[in-house]
């Protein structure tokens, strides 16, 4: 499954993925201004354009949603607040610089 997500700044949302969430880029198309990028079983395309607030969610699992939690902060990326479900799943909100959200999460 891909999940797609528009941004203001290509070469921005690129560095972001791969920087910021350690994403893999795996095609880019400079010409037509698109980037599909994977991590794990999540694959996501990147595609300039407007935003979207009603557009799909990442989901990308971790093997700890606290210390990732802690170090994007760190990183100066706006994350929400960390969520467990019945002791079975941590949960946590991240959001690129053009608001798309994404959502890390770590079976327990």
């Known amino acids: 499954m891909i999940v797609w997500y528009h ?3 290509l070469d921005a949302g690129r560095a ?7 994403f893999t880029e795996m095609f880019y198309d400079a010409d037509s201004r698109w980037s599909k990028l994977e991590r794990g079983a999540m694959e996501i395309g990147l595609s300039e354009g407007e935003p979207q607030e009603d557009g799909g969610v990442a989901h990308v699992d971790v093997p700890d949603v606290k210390a990732a939690a802690e170090r994007l902060r760190k990183d100066g990326v706006e994350v929400g ?3 467990e479900l ?4 941590r949960l946590l909100d991240v959001f690129d610089p053009d608001g798309n959200r994404v959502q890390l999460a770590q079976e327990l």
Request: hydrophobic content about 40%.
């Open 86 to 89: 019945h002791g079975e799943m």
């Open 7 to 9: 941004v203001r700044d």
């Open 16 to 22: 972001f993925y791969r920087d910021k969430l350690g």
């Open 81 to 83: 607040v960390v969520f």
